[in-house]
């Protein structure tokens, strides 16, 4: 029986995140969307009790889901890298397991790289919150003067630096070639797609929610975490 391969991968990598994992894969799961999909999520064995919500999911038995549920935490590198050989579509979404996807993202990003065989990935804007609602803000727009969606080059990028969340790129499969084993930033696998040729394209809309907790584990929640992320952007 031939094995139909989806149009895209959506890999989930998560890791302590049992209050919010639910919120993510039903935001995931609920996208309208005129291809099919296939959902990996890799949980690194958390300490939390995120297992046992994720075997309990109510859409677990979903045939697009697959669980990837580890035994010893193997840290976010690895469990990253992991995640993204699973995946089997030609253009490949991800998402951290405390973010918010917005309805239209995977359908918006899919148009742009099937309309432009050029195009090897697609970032957008973000909405920053904090889960006591104290904090709310936007992702500024690389171009600031232009409202419009913004297509640039790897040099563009390279002067740019990290412009978009994780849980906001999406990739051309074949595009990406490097393997690296520490810490890195989103960054430079956008970097990786772009510098054998081929063009990236920012959208001007919010299409995420990203949970900046002071307290989280996420590179932008706190003053601390933003200067690791800095420190990871100039070693790269």
């Not at 309309?115 to 104290?134: C, E, L, Q, T, W």
């Not at 080059?153 to 690296?180: C, E, F, M, P």
């Not at 995420?208 to 933003?226: A, D, E, F, Q, T």
Request: charged content about 25%; hydrophobic content about 35%.
């Amino acid at each position: 029986k031939e094995i139909k391969v989806p149009l895209v991968s959506v890999v989930v990598s998560c890791y302590n995140q049992k209050n919010y994992i639910v919120e993510c894969l039903d935001s995931i799961l609920s996208q309208e969307v005129n291809f099919d999909f296939e959902l990996i999520i890799s949980d690194d064995c958390s300490s939390d009790g995120t297992q046992e919500v994720l075997r309990g999911y109510n859409n677990i038995n979903d045939s697009r889901v697959q669980l990837v549920l580890k035994t010893e935490n193997v840290g976010a590198a690895h469990n990253y890298h992991d995640l993204h050989r699973r995946a089997t579509g030609e253009y490949v979404f991800h998402f951290d397991g405390d973010d918010v996807m917005l309805p239209g993202k995977l359908q918006a990003q899919v148009d742009v790289f099937v309309r432009f065989p050029h195009v090897n990935i697609v970032m957008h804007k973000a909405d920053y919150f904090s889960d006591d609602g104290k904090y709310y803000s936007k992702t500024r727009f690389p171009e600031c003067h232009s409202n419009r969606d913004v297509v640039f080059d790897v040099n563009q990028l390279a002067r740019w630096g990290t412009i978009a969340v994780h849980s906001s790129y999406a990739y051309r499969r074949s595009s990406r070639k490097v393997l690296i084993q520490r810490e890195f930033m989103e960054w430079f696998f956008a970097m990786d797609s772009l510098v054998r040729g081929g063009t990236g394209v920012f959208l001007n809309k919010a299409y995420v929610k990203y949970r900046c907790n002071p307290k989280g584990s996420s590179y932008l929640s706190s003053h601390k975490g933003k200067i690791k992320a800095y420190n990871l952007y100039l070693s790269d």
